[in-house]
């Protein structure tokens, strides 16, 4: 069964320092990994995602993620925190080997970036 | 871009009644549906997917009786949460695929949060 973890709840950063939002995966197969973002009340946006091809993937909004298979990680970053970056974070996975289109999401990490 | 609606964002209704909830694809066929529970401060949850034309696969633990989807058309899956009740109260958020087009990412609604009194 496929899972993924977000270990921290919580992430404070000043603005202007890079942040870093962790997240590992387990699957059976070959993994389709994505980070979203949760603004009050909101659905769920699109930052990015990884399918196949360089580990390094870049997203929206200055965000970039690299993927790991040796660590089974997918850990969001970004050089320069912004005070709107403030958040909450998904990070998903759906197991490509299934052949099926089930995404499971983490816990979420919620950001605070402090002016 | 995709963008997927849901109607209404926000509806408070009595126990023991009926709610439906809208989701639609905006710009895209969305041949499977996703739909999602989020409670407070928590993570979604995946209670259902639905392929346009098919009869939706519920996750373990969900009752198919009480949340009733339908997929009939490429663009509006709902959701019935029938004879509601106060722990039905949730974020109700669904999101949407194509999966003829080959791509793996899923668009999501802006959710409909209700409340149940």
């Known amino acids: 069964a496929q899972s993924v973890a977000q270990p921290e709840d919580q992430v404070n950063v000043a603005e202007g320092n890079p942040l870093t939002v962790k997240c590992t995966y387990s699957?059976?197969?070959?993994?389709?990994l994505f980070w979203y973002v949760q603004y009050p009340n909101r659905g769920l946006q699109f930052l990015l995602k990884?399918?196949?091809?360089?580990?390094l993937v870049k997203g929206s909004y200055g965000f970039e993620a690299e993927f790991n298979k040796s660590q089974t990680s997918f850990h969001l970053k970004k050089p320069s925190a912004l005070v709107s970056d403030s958040a909450l974070y998904f990070c998903?996975?759906?197991?490509?080997?299934?052949?099926?289109?089930?995404?499971?999401f983490g816990a979420g990490t919620r950001l605070f970036v402090k002016a | 871009g995709a963008v997927v609606s849901q109607h209404p964002s926000w509806v408070i209704c009595k126990s023991g009644t009926s709610v439906k909830i809208e989701c639609r694809s905006l710009?895209?066929?969305?041949?499977?549906m996703f739909w999602y529970r989020q409670f407070p401060k928590q993570s979604l949850m995946l209670m259902a997917t639905?392929?346009?034309?098919?009869?939706?696969?519920?996750e373990q633990g969900v009752e198919k009786d009480k949340f009733l989807i339908n997929h009939a058309s490429l663009t509006l899956s709902t959701l019935t949460v029938t004879s509601a009740h106060p722990e039905d109260s949730s974020f109700y958020i669904c999101?949407?695929?194509?999966?003829?087009?080959?791509?793996?990412?899923?668009?999501f609604g802006p959710g409909t949060r209700l409340t149940v009194t």
């Open positions: 998903a996975v759906r197991d490509a080997g299934t052949g099926g289109f089930k995404t499971i």
């Open positions: 639905s392929n346009e034309g098919s009869k939706a696969t519920y």
């Open positions: 990884y399918i196949t091809g360089d580990n």
């Open positions: 710009d895209f066929q969305a041949t499977t």
């Open positions: 699957v059976s197969g070959n993994p389709y």
């Open positions: 999101s949407a695929s194509d999966r003829l087009a080959g791509t793996y990412e899923q668009y």
